[in-house]
Structure formats: C-alpha cells, structure tokens
C-alpha cells in the first residue's frame, strides 16, 4: 500500500544509500557533565539546561547524522505532571524539544563549511515506551500492570503534542511489546498525515515480552504512513539476525541504532560490560550488507563513534 505523505528519509537512500542517526543523547549529555538521575531522564534538561541539548544536536549534525532526535523520549504528559507542572506546561516543554533541534537543524544548515555535500538534516520526534515513563527498566521486559486502553491514554497525549510540532517525522523507539506496538500504531492510524518509524528493543529474535520481531514488523506492514521499522538499544550481535527477520516481513525500510550490548542495571544506574567502540564500528558493515537503510547508535554511542560510523560509510 502506498503512503499517503512524503517519508522524509527516502531521499537519504535515494541520493547517498543510507541515512546516518545520531547517538544516543541521554548518555552523551552525562559525558558533558550533566546529571541525569532522574524519572525525566534527558528531559530534565528541558527545564533546567535547554541550551545544552541544543548544542549537543548541533555536535551531531557536525558529526555527520543526517537525523536528529528530540530530547523526549522520557518526556511525556504524566512525567511532567510528577514534577507539578499542568499538562500545558508538559506540552509546551515537549514543543520545545522540536525546537532546540529545528534550532541545530538551522544553525548547522547556515554554516556552509559544515553543511557542503550533505543533504538538509531530518529532525524525529523521540516516542519512549511506557517503561520510559516508569523509569523502572520494564522498557526491557514490556510487562506493565495497564490495559491497552490505559495504554492507549497514556500515549495519546504526548503524542498529538508532538504531531502538531514541526518536527519531520515521529521516532517510536525502544518498543519491547506487541501490545504496545499495536497501541501506537492505532495512534498512527488516527494522525494519517503524519508519518513515524516504528524500533524495537529486542532481547533474542523476539521483543521483551516474547513476540517475534518478524511477527510485530508483519503487522506493521500494512501501515502506509509507517516510513521504516526499526532495531534499537539491542545488543548489537543479535542486530544481524534481526535484520533479515525484518525484510523477510516487509519491503519498508529497515533501520538499526543498536547500543554497545552493555546491561543496564535499573537500580543503581549503572552499565555493565560491553563492545569497544571500536568492535561496534567494524559490524556496522555487514548491518548495511544485509540490508540496513539507515543505521546510527543508541546509548552510549556518542558523537564521535558517529562520525567515524559516517566516515567508513560514506567517505
């Protein structure tokens, strides 16, 4: 089924082969100092230091990511509401999310040195899962004490805020359910002029919870406003398996951001042991080979991991 508006990655694939993502924001801004122990996570900064996720979008753009994401992942409605703020101040602190990247976005496209050979950057608007919200680590088991439709309420809110914003595209990312998939997609549905990229967080060959990655991508093939499904904050030996479990479900594109395969331990905000950078850059190679349109990082992937990544790919 064809979509019905424009994907705004396709010309990236079209014009150069693939689209670059950035890294993951969240753990570049605590390597710049920030403290992000809190349930907002990177959206804390929304409030307190916006200027620095400006700037921090702005060193990805110079990196050589033709796609940023906006600091909202962790953002929705009911977390702001738990810092007392009214859902008014909660949606206008995610509209200006899509600012300070609009703002990189513009920043870097006036500075032709920077800009010669590239083609004009697409800002995604960063959809979390639940789990986010929660803060608990449940984005990597998908097991949530809710029903669908509360779900639903929960998703809905954040996400009409940010259909309504400027941002090109909607990035629902780290999805670890079938359930939760099937919510937003229905969310999808109801916003046909709009168009998102739908990642999954994967524990095997299935999601958290134990559906089949090629089973929840079978289903988001008929979504015609779906630009291109995804493989996120996945370990990234599992990413090449996933790869082909995707394009035997779909001809959308696919896209993978994994991260460097480290554990995360929930309580005490800590990462385990996991690839060098080094050993992620040199597999990023065959993830193109098999298929990938776009590839990028995930958490604890930073700025300069992406560029050598932009490098090795594109020259």
């Known amino acids: 089924m064809a979509s019905r508006v ?3 990655l396709a010309g990236f694939v079209r014009d150069q082969g693939l689209v670059v993502l950035d890294g993951g924001l969240a753990t570049a801004l605590e390597e710049r100092g920030y403290d992000l122990r809190d349930p907002l996570w990177s959206a804390k900064l929304l409030i307190e230091a916006p200027d620095a996720i400006r700037d921090l979008h ?3 753009l110079d990196a050589g990511a033709d ?4 600091a909202t ?3 929705s409605l009911a977390g702001f509401r738990g810092r007392g703020l009214s859902d008014a101040d909660g949606a206008e602190l995610m509209r200006l999310a899509v600012l300070l990247a609009s703002e990189a976005r513009a920043g870097f496209w006036a500075d032709e040195s920077q800009r010669s050979g590239r083609l004009y950057p697409v800002v995604a608007a960063s959809i979390g899962p639940y789990g986010a919200y929660l803060a608990d680590g449940s984005e990597y088991s998908g097991d949530y004490d809710v029903s669908d439709e509360q779900l639903y309420e929960f998703h809905r809110g954040r996400w009409r805020v940010l ?8 990035a629902c990312e780290t999805i670890p359910s079938g359930r939760e998939a099937a919510v937003l997609l229905r969310l999808l549905r109801e916003t046909p002029e709009r168009q998102a ?10 999601l958290w919870d134990g559906t089949p990655l090629r089973d929840v991508v079978r289903a988001c093939d008929g979504a015609p406003n779906l630009a291109a499904v995804g493989i996120n904050c996945t370990a990234p030996g599992l990413v090449p398996a996933l790869i082909a479990a995707a394009r035997e479900a779909t001809d959308k594109m696919v896209i993978v951001y994994p991260n460097l395969g480290e554990p995360y331990d929930a309580e005490t905000k800590t990462w385990g042991a996991g690839l060098p950078p080094d050993a992620w850059l040199d597999a990023v190679d065959e993830w193109v080979r098999l298929g990938a349109a776009g590839v990028g990082g995930c958490c604890r992937i930073g700025p300069a991991t ?3 990544m932009r490098r090795r790919l594109l020259g």
């Open 67 to 70: 796609c940023i994401s906006t």
């Open 306 to 308: 992406i560029a050598e």
């Open 73 to 75: 992942y962790q953002a």
């Open 58 to 60: 702005r060193t990805y």
């Open 6 to 8: 424009h994907n705004p």
């Open 197 to 206: 990229w739908m990642s999954f967080s994967c524990g095997d060959d299935c």
């Open 163 to 170: 259909a309504a914003t400027g941002a090109d595209i909607l």
